[in-house]
T-cell receptor, first 115, second 116 residues
Framework: AQSVSQHNHHVILSEAASLELGCNYS??????LFWYVQYPGQHLQLLLK??????LVKGIKGFEAEFIKSKFSFNLRKPSVQWSDTAEYFC?????????????FGTGTRLLVSP | DTGVSQDPRHKITKRGQNVTFRCDPI?????LYWYRQTLGQGPEFLTY????????KSRLLSDRFSAERPKGSFSTLEIQRTEQGDSAMYLC??????????????FGAGSRLTVL
C-alpha cells in the first residue's frame, strides 16, 4: 500500500545539536514532498517543499531537506536546533499516480529540544 | 487574507448527537480538504472539493459523515449519530491547484471534537 513512514516517533535533543528526521515513502512515479511543522498550540505550517529541480531544498528557520529518489527518502535536517524548534514534524507526499490530488502524511515525529 | 478559519474550535457532545463544523478557506483557493487527526497520528485524508464538486471521499468517511461546499466557498462537515471513536481534531485545508500540478495546502487551526 502507498504510505509515508517516519521512523522516529520521539526525538530529544539539546540545544545546538544537529537534527535529522527520516521520511520514506512508497509511491512510484513523480512525487511532491513536504515537511509541515506543528508548534505547541498552533496549527500545521509548511516548513519546506520539493517539486522538482535541486534535490536539496531549504525552508524556513534554517531547515533543509534532501530528496533521494533512489532511496524514496526526504529527510529533514537542521545543523543546530534551538529550544523554539520543539514541535511535531510531519512529512507528507502527494503523488502523480493519485493526480497530486491529496496529501498523505506520515505519523509525525515529536521533537523536544532541551535548553 | 486571514488564512483558513474553522468554527467551532472545540465541541463537546454526547454520543448519538449530530455535530457540524464549518470551514472558510482562503478566498482565492479553489480546493478545500477535510482531514482528521487523532492523538499520535498524522492527519488522515477524509474528502476534498474542487470548487463546489466533491471529487474524492476516503473510506474513512462513513455514511454518518457528510461534507458540502454549496457555493464553492465555505464548507461544512456534519457527523450524524456521533460515536466515541469520532473524537478527534478535524482539520480543514485549502489550496490553489495550478496547471503545473503543484498543490500546497494551507491548514486551519482545526475543530476538536470530544464525544462523551
Amino acid at each position: 500500500a502507498q504510505s509515508v513512514s517516519q521512523h522516529n516517533h520521539h526525538v530529544i535533543l539539546s540545544e545546538a545539536a544537529s537534527l535529522e528526521l527520516g521520511c520514506n515513502y512508497s509511491y512510484g512515479g513523480t512525487v511532491n514532498l513536504f515537511w509541515y511543522v506543528q508548534y505547541p498550540g498552533q496549527h500545521l505550517q509548511l516548513l519546506l517543499k520539493y517539486f522538482s529541480g535541486d534535490p536539496l531544498v531549504k525552508g524556513i528557520k534554517g531547515f533543509e531537506a534532501e530528496f533521494i529518489k533512489s532511496k524514496f527518502s526526504f529527510n529533514l535536517r537542521k545543523p543546530s536546533v534551538q529550544w523554539s524548534d520543539t514541535a511535531e514534524y510531519f512529512c507528507a507526499v502527494n503523488a502523480e499516480d493519485t493526480g497530486f490530488q491529496k496529501l498523505v502524511f506520515g505519523t509525525g515525529t515529536r521533537l523536544l529540544v532541551s535548553p | 487574507d486571514t488564512g483558513v478559519s474553522q468554527d467551532p474550535r472545540h465541541k463537546i457532545t454526547k454520543r448519538g448527537q449530530n455535530v457540524t463544523f464549518r470551514c472558510d478557506p482562503i478566498s482565492e483557493h479553489n480546493r478545500l480538504y477535510w482531514y482528521r487527526q487523532t492523538l499520535g497520528q498524522g492527519p488522515e485524508f477524509l474528502t476534498y472539493f474542487q470548487n463546489e464538486a466533491q471529487l474524492e471521499k476516503s473510506r474513512l468517511l462513513s455514511d454518518r459523515f457528510s461534507a458540502e461546499r454549496p457555493k464553492g466557498s465555505f464548507s461544512t462537515l456534519e457527523i450524524q449519530r456521533t460515536e466515541q471513536g469520532d473524537s478527534a481534531m478535524y482539520l480543514c485545508a485549502s489550496s490553489l491547484k495550478g496547471l503545473s500540478g503543484a498543490n500546497v495546502l494551507t491548514f486551519g487551526a482545526g475543530s476538536r471534537l470530544t464525544v462523551l
